[in-house]
């Protein structure tokens, strides 16, 4: 079992939550709201092994470096794929907020979001990063929890909340009730996805390389998941790679609909999957309330659209998606005597002995 937490801030370091995303990260101090919103992203020089650079200064120099500087994503569709890159971005973010070095026993309490489904040696790896980066206590908290919470929907009472949790990495889909998750589906398919379609678009269907900024660029000014009758243009730019010169097309929203269309039913597909498997019982309470759409790629625009008609149920976005999962996590923060059932119990991720 969880220890009871006492309801006075501990007086060693701010308790903090963190949203450890594939494409951006949140960090929410007890108190004082969300403080940090930065690029997962960190620049290394490979020569030296020296971190030159976290967040949006990385992310700049993404596609523009030399050979030996190189900006990377430590983490891929939601889990921890450089262990020690982690830990500097994860120093780094807590050094900011508490503008002090601690030591592992003077650190602060740390809430982790995860995705749900990651298994046990992806979740201790987790905490032991979170923890080698100075945190005191580590506690973690499933994603479309962490986002339900966020969007003040009633977790902790008998009914149904269905949440579509859509990130960079990973899309998360779960019916909660009673405080806890009844049914989930994690799929590896989410907004990074949707840049690599509309690069691939761009390479197949004109010649043309871009890069993962351009397509991101792309698809927030002018793709949607659903056909609408307003014709929306914008400039490609990027390098033909016939001819190896610069070139500017003009792409149409339609394209680039068409370009993320098998992701996005794919995505559709995994929730009508899940409203198929929820109990009758709840999914009378989700027909009523409707399905809630987070994370950041919950924004692509006229998503909800798509998703209410092919399932049949209201689709709602949340108010500010990006920050609901570490919203939900900084609530659980505040109220940690009344909500700590909600988080994933750590005991059993102590190595053994």
């Known amino acids: 079992m969880i220890r009871p937490f006492n309801k006075l801030l501990s007086y060693l370091g701010q308790d903090i939550a963190i949203d450890l995303g594939t494409a951006n990260s949140l960090v929410y101090v007890r108190g004082r709201g969300i403080v940090i919103q930065e690029p997962s992203v960190v620049a290394v020089n490979q020569k030296t092994g020296q971190v030159l650079a976290i967040g949006r200064e990385a992310k700049k120099m993404v596609g523009r470096t030399p050979a030996h500087i190189v900006a990377t994503r430590p983490l891929v569709k939601g889990v921890i794929s450089d262990f020690e890159i982690t830990e500097e971005m994860l120093k780094y973010f807590i050094e900011q907020v508490q503008h002090r070095r601690f030591t592992a026993s003077l650190g602060p309490r740390v809430i982790v979001g995860i995705p749900f489904g990651v298994t046990e040696v992806e979740k201790r790896a987790v905490r032991d990063a979170t923890k080698s980066a100075g945190a005191r206590e580590v506690f973690l ?3 479309p929890m962490a986002a339900a919470i966020g969007a003040r929907l009633s977790v902790q009472e008998a009914g149904g909340n269905f949440v579509v949790d859509i990130g960079g990495g990973t899309t998360e889909v779960a019916i ?3 405080g806890g998750i009844v ?3 994690s799929l ?3 907004g990074d996805r949707l840049n690599e379609d509309i690069v691939a678009f761009a390479q197949e269907e004109y010649k043309i390389a871009i890069g993962e900024r351009t397509a991101e660029a792309i698809k927030i000014g002018i793709g949607s998941a659903y056909p609408t009758k307003e014709k929306k243009e914008m400039p490609l ?4 790679i016939v001819t190896g010169l610069p070139e500017e097309i003009s792409v149409t929203g339609e394209d680039i609909r068409k370009a993320m269309e098998k992701s996005v039913r794919q995505i559709v597909n995994e929730i009508k999957a899940a409203v198929e498997e929820t109990p009758p019982e709840l999914l009378a309470d989700v027909m009523a309330n409707g399905i809630y759409l987070t994370g950041g790629g919950g924004l692509l625009k006229h998503l909800d659209t798509l998703i209410a008609r092919e399932t049949k149920i209201p689709t709602k976005l949340v108010e500010d998606p990006l920050t609901a999962m570490v919203r939900g ?3 659980v923060l505040e109220n940690l005597d009344e909500l700590q ?3 994933v119990e750590t005991e059993n991720l102590e190595p053994p002995r």
Do not use: F, P, W
């Open 183 to 185: 049914l989930a589906k």
């Open 237 to 240: 730019r990027g390098r033909n």
């Open 341 to 343: 059932e909600v988080l």
């Open 329 to 331: 996590a900084g609530l």
């Open 176 to 178: 909660i009730s009673l």
């Open 141 to 143: 908290i499933e994603e």
């Open 188 to 190: 590896r398919i989410a």
